[in-house]
């Protein structure tokens, strides 16, 4: 069992709003840092400086990170997530749709902090994208699961810095497990990387709700 509590604080809309902002600015901060040229006793003075923000942010810490009340999906609620969540600074961050017939899209852009290969962007990263994208489209067809396996076939390198596509759908539910696809595709409409993933939903939550 996580030592995290799933208990958490729900954000009221204008905390969220901040926080979000928040996360935002730290966001460019990443990418500021990875791509600065400022000399050694800058990045020290800058360094100091973060220092102390993180200190003043820290002396109010909750245990784990909040939700908001969420909407149509329940998944929606964790605005800390790592691939969609607005308040997460490490999430690019991803907006995902649910179509009626369940077909999970989104369109994204990953700059430099999600680097692997010079100018392309890192293989976990893509196979991060794709595992929520498919998790979605598993959680659409009302069986939701924690990924089980997931297989990603890197077709083409994926480029930085210009608009990508995610696409996912659920093939099949088998009691509670489900299977689901998707790929990532560059500006030219050719698939990068292909994924395929079997979701389970655990024993524990088929008689607790999730
Ligand atoms: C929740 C809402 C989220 C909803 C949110 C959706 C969006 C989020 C997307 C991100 C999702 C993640 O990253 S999730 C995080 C990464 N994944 C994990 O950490 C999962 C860790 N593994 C587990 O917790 C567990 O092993 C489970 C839940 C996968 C299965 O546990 P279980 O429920 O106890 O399953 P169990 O009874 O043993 O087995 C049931 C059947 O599945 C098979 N089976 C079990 N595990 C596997 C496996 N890894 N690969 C193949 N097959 C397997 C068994 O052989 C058996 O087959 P048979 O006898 O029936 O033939």
């Known amino acids: 069992m996580s030592a995290i509590p799933m208990e958490r604080p729900v954000l009221g809309d204008d905390e969220a709003a901040a926080l979000t902002g928040l996360a935002a600015r730290v966001r460019e901060l990443a990418e500021a840092t990875v791509l600065t040229g400022a000399g ?3 990045a020290a003075a800058v360094a100091d400086e973060i220092a102390a923000l993180t200190a003043r942010l820290t002396a ?4 784990a990170p909040p939700f908001v009340t969420p909407g149509e999906r329940r998944m929606d609620r964790q605005i800390a997530n790592p ?15 649910v179509t009626s017939d369940g077909v999970v899209r989104g369109e994204f852009t990953l700059g430099a902090v999600y680097e692997g ?5 890192h293989g976990g ?9 498919l998790g979605m489209a598993a959680a659409a067809t009302g069986t939701p699961g924690m990924t089980a396996t997931l297989e990603t076939r890197y077709r083409r390198p994926t480029p930085l810095g210009v608009p ?20 990532i595709s ?7 990387v ?12 088929v008689t607790s709700e999730y």
């Open 40 to 42: 050694a006793a800058e």
């Open 60 to 63: 109010e810490r909750r245990g």
């Open 83 to 97: 691939v969609s969540g607005p308040l997460n600074p490490f999430a690019p961050p991803i907006g995902l749709d």
């Open 117 to 121: 290969p010079p100018s392309y962007v």
């Open 125 to 133: 990263v893509s196979a991060m994208v794709l595992d929520q994208a």
């Open 164 to 183: 990508l596509k995610v696409e996912a759908k659920a093939s099949r539910v088998e009691g509670r497990k489900v299977y689901a696809s998707g790929t």
């Open 186 to 192: 560059a500006p030219d409409g050719r698939v990068t």
């Open 194 to 205: 292909e994924a395929t993933a079997m979701f389970i939903m655990p024993q524990r939550f």
